[in-house]
């Protein structure tokens, strides 16, 4: 798999580090020369000095070959307008981008970004997880301990064949992703659950163990 990474700070530097360290092919753009100098000194990723919201620096990355495009700089303009650019290239199967104010979630949503995440402690650590898929159920503690995010799988025969938008989302609990033959998916209309099923719940902290039980009892 290859993953274009812009933005070379902690969250970009994080992401590259662990995704290599999973057998991940690598890119990193990023604008300022300095910066891009250091990381190349600590990441074993490919970093390109370029913006990239330059059409030939998306290309210089060789943007047609990869499957995965990762905006994750500090700036959401930025991370808005590579998440559009990204659009016209069929090959890349997942956008994802680093929202730093909330407010703008829904424009992303609305340019076809796939997956937005935040906040910046938690950034690099569930990116990882969403772009390698974890074969085991794990646990990601998000913010201050306030959420946490949970790999699931679906036991509870109840809601075999339900649409997963009939249970969520609710005032504690939304299910962010399910996986079907190991592709994520956000759920739509026609999303239902099924047996033994993998699933991304980001859930309260109080009510972990509740979740837990109902979806996998």
Known sequence: M?????????????????????????????SDYSKSEEIAELTEAMVIHGDATSIPVLEDADIADADVFVAATGKDSINLLVSVLCQNYDNISKIIARVN????VDAFKKVGVDITVSPESTVAAYLERVITR????????????????LDLR?????????????????????????????????PQKDTVFHQNQKISVLAKADYVKQVTKFFAP
């Open 134 to 149: 974890p074969k085991v159920a794990d646990l990601i503690v998000l913010g201050r301990g306030t959420t946490e995010l």
């Open 154 to 186: 679906i036991e509870n025969s109840q809601l075999y064949g339900k649409p997963v938008l009939d249970y969520s989302p609710t005032e504690n609990y939304i299910v962010c992703a399910v996986y079907d033959d190991g592709e994520l998916i956000i």
């Open 101 to 104: 104010d909330l407010a703008h």
């Open 2 to 30: 290859y993953v274009i990474i812009v933005g070379g700070g902690r969250v970009g530097l994080n992401l590259s580090q662990s995704l290599i360290r999973e057998g991940l092919n690598v890119t990193i753009i990023e």
